[in-house]
């Protein structure tokens, strides 16, 4: 079944330091694949996306490219704030079954990200 | 604001005993997910309605049942409660079943069973 596998928090960095979280996926299909943010309290909302292969999700200063060679989708961001303090989800969309036409996320486990001043 | 609503926000119970979540959509979404949120078990997806009929299930327990109403909102009725139930409860939808449609998230039930 589908699978997604992200570096095991939590991260804690300065402000304007770089960011990387590693994301790998496996599924059998073509999958989407989904950045997702969750700020304390709150439900999660989508940060980016990208849909097929060699795209680049960007938003926010955060981007992720899609590797399909690597079955990764890793989230940088060159400069992380104090207000990027959250959990990221990184997720993929890909098909019920062989030929269905239905679509559903598989998350990973999350990462948390504590970016002090 | 995603646009997705649920209420209600916070709910304390004990075991044995049910409870229902409701989950209203974004306007013009037919499709509604929920998810189980625990600090062991992480986010878990439980189950999706399209317009009115169940389309997935994941991990969901038979104790939990959910039905999406004509008007589209969607109910999640957890029962015989345990204290492993205690969790954050999502809803999320979407415009349809499409790959490349990402999920609206409401902000969240937290359920405690004590």
């Known amino acids: 079944g589908d699978s997604v596998t992200q570096m095991e928090g939590p991260v804690t960095l300065s402000e304007e330091a770089f960011l990387t979280i590693n994301c790998t996926y496996t599924a059998t299909g073509y999958p989407s694949l989904f950045w997702y943010v969750q700020y304390p309290g709150e439900g999660l909302q989508l940060l980016l996306k990208?849909?097929?292969?060699?795209d680049k999700g960007s938003n926010k200063g955060f981007e992720a490219t899609y590797r399909k060679e690597t079955t990764s989708f890793h989230l940088e961001k060159g400069s992380v704030q104090v207000s990027d303090s959250a959990v990221y989800f990184c997720a993929l969309s890909d098909q019920e079954n062989s030929g269905g036409s239905n679509y559903k996320l598989t998350f990973g486990k999350g990462t948390l990200l504590t970016v002090n001043p | 604001d995603s646009g997705v609503t649920q209420t209600p926000k916070h709910l304390i119970t004990a075991t044995g005993q049910r409870v229902t979540l409701r989950c209203s959509p974004r306007?013009?979404?037919?499709?509604v997910y929920w998810y189980q949120q625990s600090l062991d078990q992480g986010l878990q997806f439980l189950i999706q309605y399209y317009n009115g009929e169940e389309r997935a299930k994941g991990n969901i327990l038979e104790r939990f049942s959910a039905q999406q109403f004509p008007d589209l909102h969607s109910e999640l009725n957890l029962s015989s409660l345990e204290l492993g139930d205690s969790a954050l409860y999502f809803c999320a939808s979407s415009v349809g079943l499409a790959r490349w449609g990402e999920q609206y998230f409401g902000p969240g039930t937290r359920l405690t069973v004590t």
């Open positions: 306007s013009g979404d037919l499709s």
């Open positions: 990208a849909t097929k292969a060699d």
